[in-house]
């Protein structure tokens, strides 16, 4: 389904650190023989957020329950987040925006 057809005009991937969508996608894609799609190219990092984690590290249902209970109690406080200051894989490095900050605030 495309996002148009959602009505959105775009979209961001919230992960637990970089490693999925900066490395792992970009790797599987090459072994596949796809390009990464763009949607793919930007994400929000949470750990960025200094905020308490639960759960065991790297517990694929513990990472994903945090994620989406802190975006949940960011976005009820009022939280927006900007899609333009989001990690990217396109850093001019090459190597990812690992200096990039994501940005989100309370109204």
Do not use: Y
């Not at 994400?43 to 945090?66: C, F, M, Q, Y």
């Amino acid at each position: 389904m495309k996002l148009s057809e959602l009505g959105w005009s775009s979209c961001a991937f919230v992960t637990c650190g970089h490693w999925d969508l900066q490395t792992m996608v970009v790797e599987q894609c090459a072994v596949s023989g796809q390009h990464v799609p763009e949607r793919f190219r930007q994400w929000v990092n949470i750990k960025e957020l200094s905020l308490s984690l639960e759960g065991h590290h790297h517990s694929g249902l513990d990472d994903s329950r945090n994620i989406a209970r802190i975006l949940a109690a960011l976005l009820r406080r009022g939280a927006t987040l900007d899609a333009s200051a989001v990690s990217s894989s396109a850093h001019p490095s090459g190597a990812g925006a690992k200096g990039a900050r994501t940005h989100c605030s309370a109204r």
